[in-house]
């Protein structure tokens, strides 16, 4: 069975402090991690996956197999990154649909 | 495109009601999926399809739900009879195997609001 777990549902943070969300997964086998995030009145959005090790408004997220886990960072939090933000899994891609499952989600608030 | 498109955004309904939530997705893409949204859940797989062929129901929570995708540009997930405890936010997904980034990468519509009372 796959699972993902986000221990913090609300995190608060002050602007220009660093923030970190956390999200560890559980799978068998060779995992592919995603960060979605929601804006207020927004739709549901793929914010970065971990194959691309890209940087997307100043988020990264490293997957530490050794410790199952793919949190999501940045150095300076902004107030427009107030938005709630789902980490998901799912098998590698191997050419077919691999089952996404979804964390239950942390609202993250950046205080003015 | 104007991506996955979702109706109704929102929905009031009274217990014991039927309710049709209605998705269309992305122009070509092949797989869509149907997600219940909650405070204490949050995003739930209910069910999804590839090819408009149902896949995996597994998520459905009972036989009160049911989902439907006669082609390739429609899909209905329906509620009959509606509880107070089915009121969250219901999204439908699209993807396609075909696009760079495959399968699991999932485009979402808006989102319909149901609130059972």
């Known amino acids: 069975a796959q699972r993902v777990t986000q221990p913090e549902k609300l995190l608060s943070v002050f602007k220009g402090a660093p923030v970190e969300l956390k999200c560890n997964y559980s799978?068998?086998?060779?995992?592919?991690l995603f960060w979605y995030v929601q804006y207020s009145r927004q739709r549901l959005q793929l914010l970065l996956r971990?194959?691309s090790r890209e940087s997307i408004k100043g988020f990264t997220a490293d997957l530490n197999k050794g410790e199952t886990s793919f949190h999501l960072k940045k150095p300076f939090a902004q107030e427009e990154d107030s938005a709630m933000y789902y980490c998901?899994?799912?098998?590698?891609?191997?050419?077919?649909?691999?089952?996404?499952?979804f964390g239950i989600g942390t609202k993250l608030q950046v205080i003015p | 495109d104007a991506g996955v498109i979702q109706s109704p955004r929102h929905e009031v309904t009274e217990m014991g009601q039927e309710v049709t939530l209605r998705c269309k997705p992305i122009?070509?893409?092949?797989?869509l999926f149907w997600y219940r949204q909650t405070m204490m859940r949050g995003l739930e797989l209910l069910i999804y399809?590839?090819?408009?062929?149902?896949?995996?129901d597994s998520g459905m929570p009972e036989d009160r739900f049911s989902a439907k995708m006669p082609n390739a540009s429609f899909s209905t997930l329906k509620i009959q009879p509606s509880e107070p405890r089915d009121s969250a936010v219901y999204f439908c997904?699209?993807?396609?195997?075909?696009?760079?980034?495959?399968?699991?990468?999932?485009?979402f519509g808006a989102g319909s609001r149901l609130t059972v009372l």
């Open positions: 997904a699209s993807s396609t195997l075909a696009g760079p980034s495959g399968a699991n990468v999932l485009t």
């Open positions: 799978y068998s086998g060779s995992p592919e």
């Open positions: 971990h194959i």
């Open positions: 998901a899994l799912s098998g590698a891609y191997s050419g077919g649909y691999q089952k996404v499952t």
């Open positions: 122009s070509g893409h092949d797989y």
């Open positions: 399809f590839n090819n408009n062929v149902p896949i995996d």
